[in-house]
């Protein structure tokens, strides 16, 4: 769904809500769950990310543009970790905060009208799912690692065909670099060009050459 509405995150989690609405889900219980799979998805996909640029900071020059970048990337998703981590321990409303927050600004906020009591209710249930209930959470974590896997698989997959010699760190490098493409979604219509640029400017750093890069 991400790519056909051509947004990603803007639009492609509303509609996969909607999808599930169209299937006779409520529209609580389908939202909610869309938004606790993204959130478990984005906080494996922040682990991967921080150990993928990791490598890829020993990897490059000092001073490099892209090791610039990979640190500040580091710093932005160890920062969503822990926020995310005390905001489930101490059972803090963020989305509701976010949207009182938002319904303040000028321009903004006429535009916002979601229920109070309904982001209140909505964000019960996922502090729920993520504090009470580890069994369901534990399989939406099992599930989402293993579509990860099949992801750094791929790169091992595509660098073997291509005949490149790479370390066995490199497939995690790539992927974990990659991750933090999908923001591209949010400031680039369609995201036209981004996942080819990231790994194009991700396989030159590791000495495997653009076209290669592009290739995936």
């Known amino acids: 769904v991400d790519y056909p509405v051509f947004t990603g995150p803007l639009l492609a989690e509303p509609l996969k809500g909607w999808l599930l609405t169209r299937g006779g889900v409520s529209s609580r219980d389908a939202y909610g769950g869309v938004d606790a799979d993204s959130l478990v998805d984005s906080f494996l996909s922040a682990l991967l990310a921080i150990v993928g640029l990791s490598g890829l900071v020993t990897r490059v020059p000092p001073g490099s543009v892209i090791r610039v970048v990979a640190l500040s990337v580091i710093g932005v998703l160890v920062s969503f970790l822990v926020v995310t981590l005390v905001a489930v321990a101490l059972r803090i409303y963020l989305i509701g905060g976010v949207v009182r927050w938002t319904s303040g600004l000028p321009v903004v906020g006429r535009r916002i009208t979601l229920n109070g009591a309904d982001v209140r209710d909505f964000e ?23 579509a990860h896997a099949f992801q750094v698989a791929e790169v091992y997959v595509v660098l073997n065909a291509l005949g490149l010699v790479y370390t066995p760190s ?20 369609g995201a036209l060009g981004a996942p080819a640029g990231t790994n194009v400017a991700l396989f030159t750093a590791l000495g495997l050459g653009a076209a290669a890069g592009f290739s995936l």
Do not use: H, M, Q, S
């Open 124 to 146: 019960d249930r996922l502090l729920a799912l993520l504090r009470e209930k580890p069994g369901r959470l534990a399989a939406i974590a099992g599930l989402e690692t293993l």
């Open 170 to 189: 490199d497939p995690f490098i790539i992927e974990g670099g990659a991750k933090f493409t999908p923001v591209a979604f949010l400031i680039i219509t």
